[in-house]
Nanobody, 126 residues
Framework: QVQLVESGGGLVQAGGSLRLSCAASGRTFSRYARGWFRQAPGKEREFVAAISWDGVGTYYAASVKGRFTISRDNAKNTVYLQMNSLRPEDTAVYYC???????????????????WGQGTQVTVSS
């Protein structure tokens, strides 16, 4: 059974940092793109960042570019999201995702991902 488990969320003041982790189990995703999405109350799930299977290619939403960094450790089957200079508008449940297709393509829409974690809450206070 495939599982993606996020961790690292919490409450932080504006300007602070958090590092999210997403560990996969049940299969290896070392040859598959991984992504992060978020959903704030009353809003649709939105793309945050994604990374190619080899870690070379990355994409970021304009709202987080320059503040967030996505990375991965294929030996640990884990993807990370380093979040710096956090703002109250970054408050959301953050979800990690994995694509079930081996290619260098980096998807940026939720429908292109096949596996999802349960989410971790990030709250940024002003």
């Amino acid at each position: 059974q495939v599982q993606l488990v996020e961790s690292g969320g919490g409450l932080v003041q504006a300007g602070g940092s958090l590092r999210l982790s997403c560990a996969a189990s049940g299969r290896t995703f070392s040859r598959y793109a991984r992504g992060w999405f978020r959903q704030a109350p009353g809003k649709e799930r939105e793309f945050v960042a994604a990374i190619s299977w080899d870690g070379v290619g990355t994409y970021y939403a304009a709202s987080v570019k320059g503040r967030f960094t996505i990375s991965r450790d294929n030996a640990k089957n884990t993807v990370y999201l380093q979040m710096n200079s956090l703002r109250p508008e970054d408050t959301a449940v953050y979800y990690c995702a994995a694509r079930d297709e081996s290619s260098l393509y980096i998807p940026r829409t939720s429908r292109e991902y096949d596996y999802w974690g349960q989410g971790t809450q990030v709250t940024v206070s002003s």
